[in-house]
């Protein structure tokens, strides 16, 4: 799990070379695109949160601050769900009295729960979006 609170973090984050070149990407966009829209400070108004395989229910719904996923998990209310082949971006707009951005990994060692949410939301005949 990776949860980016500041441009800082952001920086950090996508400077590591052990993670791969899409999910830099992916994180400096949604980063740079946060700190353009409110550039006082990433976290006053967004905040960035990477679900990895191995992550437990219990880790993310902590670090996403509600329970998204597990035997507590809400109804899904997410504002937007994208498919970006390996890594799906969910988008919460003003939980917890900022947006969150969950970037979740699309593999088979991702969390049941949340890999589900994000699989349903393209299955038509499941999801019924």
């Not at 990776?2 to 950090?12: F, K, Q, Y």
Request: overall charge negative; glycine content about 10%.
């Amino acid at each position: 799990m990776l949860s980016m609170n500041t441009i800082a973090d952001v920086a950090g984050v996508i400077s590591d070379p052990d993670l791969e070149e899409d999910l830099r990407t992916l994180i400096a966009h949604r980063g740079w695109q946060a700190y353009a829209d409110h550039p006082s400070h990433v976290s006053e108004d967004t905040r960035i949160l990477v679900v990895q395989g191995g992550d437990t229910a219990y880790v993310i719904n902590t670090a996403a601050g509600f329970p998204i996923t597990g035997d507590d998990a809400e109804e899904p209310k997410y504002d937007t769900l994208e498919d970006h082949g390996l890594w799906f971006e969910i988008v919460y707009r003003g939980r917890c009295g900022r947006d969150t951005v969950i970037l979740v990994e699309n593999g088979p060692g991702t969390e049941l729960g949340i890999h589900y949410l994000c699989l349903a939301h393209f299955w038509t005949e499941v999801g019924g979006r």
